[in-house]
C-alpha cells in the first residue's frame, strides 16, 4: 500500500480508500483518553519500580542490633553435706526388741557416721523406723535415710545441724 501510495503521491489513506480498502484506524477521542491513561499508568508503574530498585534504603532499615546474651547463670550449687563422721546419730529403741537399738547403731557406724546416745525411746509402740532432723539438716537426713532405706520426719526445734536422732520402730 505504501508503494502504491508514493506512485501516485497520495497519502496512505487515500490510496487504501481508492483500493477499496477500509482507512486507516483512527482512533476516536475516547479510545484515546483510554489509551492515554493506560500508558500513563504503565508510565507511573514503571518509574515507581525504577525509583525502589534505585533507592532501595527507603523502605529498608537496618534490624536493631542484637542483643549482647545474657551471663550464663548456673544453677546454685547446693552446699556440699559435711562428711559422714561429722555427724552425730543418737539411736532410740522404739520397740520391745532388745538390743534392736545397738544393731542398728552398729549398722550406722559401718556407714562412717559417730554414734552418740544408744538407748531406748520414752515409748515402745513406735510403728516404723525414721531419722529425725532439725532445721538446717533435712539434706543430711535424707542421706542417712537412703542409706538405710527408711524414712524422714523434720523436728520442730534444734540448735545442731550436725546431730541425727533415728528412732527404731517395729518395721525397719
Do not use: C, H
Not at 557406724?109 to 544408744?118: C, D, E, T
Amino acid at each position: 500500500m505504501l508503494v502504491y501510495a508514493a506512485a501516485l503521491g497520495v497519502t496512505e489513506r487515500e490510496a487504501r480508500r481508492l483500493a477499496g480498502l477500509p482507512g486507516a484506524w483512527r482512533p476516536n477521542g475516547r479510545a484515546a483518553r483510554r489509551r492515554t491513561i493506560a500508558l500513563l499508568a504503565f508510565s507511573l508503574a514503571a518509574a515507581a519500580l525504577l525509583w525502589a530498585t534505585a533507592v532501595p534504603d527507603l523502605w529498608y532499615r537496618d534490624p536493631p542490633a542484637p542483643l549482647p546474651p545474657a551471663p550464663a547463670v548456673k544453677p546454685a550449687q547446693p552446699p556440699p553435706l559435711p562428711e559422714p563422721w561429722e555427724i552425730q546419730v543418737d539411736v532410740l529403741n522404739g520397740t520391745q526388741r532388745g538390743s534392736a537399738a545397738a544393731g542398728l547403731a552398729n549398722e550406722i557406724a559401718g556407714l562412717a557416721y559417730r554414734i552418740g546416745a544408744v538407748n531406748d525411746a520414752d515409748r515402745s509402740d513406735y510403728a516404723e523406723t525414721l531419722v529425725y532432723y532439725p532445721p538446717g539438716a533435712e539434706a543430711i537426713g535424707r542421706r542417712l535415710a537412703d542409706q538405710l532405706g527408711v524414712g524422714t520426719v523434720a523436728l520442730p526445734g534444734g540448735d545442731d545441724p550436725r546431730r541425727l536422732v533415728i528412732i527404731v520402730g517395729r518395721s525397719p
